[in-house]
């Protein structure tokens, strides 16, 4: 696998942001079948940072309903990266 297919999309809501600024984390959502080991090297390839650790966590997809019709979000797989002090993404810097 590609490096930019393991990552699929920054998670960016107000814990995500909490956990940048307290706790240098930034979260992600990636391909289900990537693993740790996978997710540490794309990071460190696509943003040039060193990588402290990674945990992944499975997200269930909610239920949904438009009137009668009942529908499910996908499944998807986050992985929040704790990367090394001193450390910065600038992407999520705004610079």
């Known amino acids: 696998m590609n490096a930019y297919d393991i990552i699929v ?18 979260s992600f959502e990636v391909a289900r079948r990537a693993n740790r080991v996978e997710v540490k090297r794309a990071v ?3 943003f040039n940072v060193r990588v402290a650790a990674v945990n992944t966590q499975h997200v269930r997809g909610k239920i949904k309903r438009r009137g009668r019709i009942v529908g499910k979000r996908k499944d998807w797989k986050k ?4 990367l090394m002090p001193g450390e910065r993404i600038e992407f999520f810097e705004g610079a």
């Open 9 to 26: 999309r920054p998670v960016i809501t107000e814990k995500t942001t909490v956990q940048k600024d307290e706790r240098n984390q930034i």
């Open 79 to 82: 992985a929040i990266v704790t």
């Open 44 to 46: 460190e390839k696509i």
